[in-house]
């Protein structure tokens, strides 16, 4: 299994070669909603993936409105020219325009909740996709058997908030415009929501595209690392609300990582950070029974 790491500041960019980390996902401020790099950062960003010898994938993590389609064809004419090794993608209509274009390069697809079984991810990968991104709504052995049905072909995010939901809405924006407060909290990771009927708090994040709500815990998957290691073709390490000490601490503890040793890490892992909540989602229970 080949590590990888969403990439939020630049200046990680060597720590992370430092660590076993085979390559990083990062987008720019254009087609993504969580991305801020813009396109003179993304020449350099690819330029220093060469140098510290990582792989570069870029993530297109919105869906594409009609008045954008010439906008993209310029946007992949750039990344044609930094060369990624490949594209996260959520708009199967990216696909197709690469495709159209001649654009040689991985093509994953990752709708976050579709990839839900075996024949799905066969059916996308025979129409000519190099990978897809398991749902993270589904159970370890769904995951794994959607791995071992399509072997050297799923992804899966291993580490990280989850997104619970996301909407083309300004919810942050729309929330302050009604109550007559001129606050602005785009693009701002250290916003919070409680619910009414819940007690715990969920990170919210407002972009360019909309507002994604995600899981009020961190997924953490050092006891499921054997078969993941065994079964996927990349593990992703979502750095998004990390703080940059647990982040670092998370990767120093995958440099190690193996059947014996991650139980301990995993408990120790959370001893250390006992204010951040630690689980493992979907992964022992269905969705109809979680949620």
């Known amino acids: 299994m ?25 987008g720019a401020n254009i087609f993504s909603n969580r991305y801020r790099f813009d396109l003179d950062e993304l020449k350099k960003l690819a330029l220093e993936c060469i140098i510290y010898n990582l792989d570069m994938y870029v993530a297109i993590d919105v869906m594409i409105e009609e008045y954008d ?5 310029e946007y992949l004419e750039f990344l044609h020219f930094l060369r990624p090794k490949g594209i996260y993608f959520a708009d199967l209509g990216v696909y197709r325009t690469i495709r159209e274009m001649g654009f040689a390069t991985q093509m994953i697809y990752d709708p976050h909740t579709l990839i839900t079984n075996s024949l799905d991810a066969e059916f996308l990968l025979h129409q000519g996709m190099d990978g897809v ?20 072909a799923v992804d899966m995010q291993i580490f990280g908030y989850l997104r619970a939901s996301s909407s083309k809405r300004h919810f942050l924006h729309n929330y302050f415009e009604y109550i007559g407060r001129d606050i602005d909290l785009s693009g701002k990771e250290d916003v919070r929501i409680i619910e009414d009927t819940r007690d715990y708090r969920m990170p919210i994040y407002e972009g360019r595209y909309g507002t994604d709500i995600y899981t009020d815990y961190i997924l953490c998957t050092y006891k499921e690392h054997p078969q993941f290691e065994k079964y996927l073709k990349r593990g992703i390490i979502d ?4 703080e940059d000490e647990v982040l670092f601490r998370v990767l120093r503890d995958y440099k ?33 029974i979680t949620k």
């Open 133 to 152: 991104v398991a749902a993270r709504e589904i159970t370890l052995d769904e995951t794994i058997a959607i791995a071992k049905n399509n072997p050297g």
């Open 256 to 288: 190690y990582l193996n059947e014996d040793n991650a139980y301990l890490l995993e408990n120790n892992l959370k001893l250390a950070y006992g204010d951040l909540n630690f689980d493992k989602g979907y992964l022992y229970a269905k969705t109809n």
């Open 239 to 242: 750095s998004l609300f990390i």
């Open 69 to 73: 389609r010439s906008l993209l064809k």
């Open 2 to 26: 080949e590590l990888l790491v969403t990439l939020k500041k630049f200046e990680h960019l060597k720590k992370l070669s430092d660590y076993k980390v085979d390559g990083v996902i990062l």
